[in-house]
């Protein structure tokens, strides 16, 4: 058997934590399942369920998950050897391939690029979906200068003033209008060659 870091059938695939958040999705979980050759597509053993905050990141999804999917496999062990001992089947469900399933491919750098024409809630969700690791990414122009690959580690939805006000700016925030007229503001980035550190601080250092 295996552990798969979803609720299956949903989000197959090497990257289903982070598709998880970058959807918007308010729960998660983890499922032990029987091996065959097509990928995560076993029959399921066990499956348990947390929740995902609304701000919360996929590193933070990622170390919940992985305390959750101790106990399950734990508790998988326990179940087949309890079936053997006692000559039955080991009671598996079959994966529901009748709902609209949700891949998780791999993430690559181009992937993780933001798109900042969605809306803003999408690219807030987006960053929170790469953050820790692998990051977000984008290019920005602050104070005139334009710097690339800019990673992003923690953004909102901008309030609705702060947005009215983006174009006069705002001491201390980096506002990024979205396509449906709202504006995110990015609280934690890391410029190329330098460290990461929240929007104040890295405004605070440039000429």
Not at 192 to 199: C, S
């Amino acid at each position: 058997f295996n552990l798969h870091a979803s609720l299956l059938p949903q989000y197959r695939g090497a990257a289903p934590i982070n598709w998880a958040v970058i959807n918007g999705d308010r729960e998660t979980g983890v499922t032990t399942f029987m091996l065959k050759h097509e990928i995560d597509t076993g029959n399921i053993i066990l499956q348990e369920r947390i929740a995902i905050g609304e701000n919360e990141n996929v590193g933070s999804v990622h170390d919940r998950l992985m305390d959750l999917g101790t106990g399950v496999i734990l508790r998988t062990v326990d179940l087949i050897f309890d079936c053997d001992a006692r000559s039955v089947a080991l009671p598996t469900q079959p994966q529901d391939e009748s709902i609209a399933l949700r891949p998780a491919p791999k993430i690559f750098k181009d992937t993780c690029r933001i798109d900042f024409s969605q809306p803003a809630a999408a690219v807030h969700n987006f960053i929170r979906g790469l953050s820790p690791y692998p990051a977000a990414w984008c290019d920005l122009t602050l104070n005139g200068q334009t710097y690339e690959n800019v990673k992003v580690f923690a953004a909102v939805v901008a309030a609705e003033q702060e947005t009215k006000n983006q174009e006069q700016g705002l001491k201390g925030h980096i506002l990024v209008p979205c396509g449906d007229g709202n504006a995110v503001d990015l609280l934690e980035l890391q410029l190329p060659g330098k460290k990461r550190m929240d929007a104040k601080s890295l405004l605070n250092g440039l000429k």
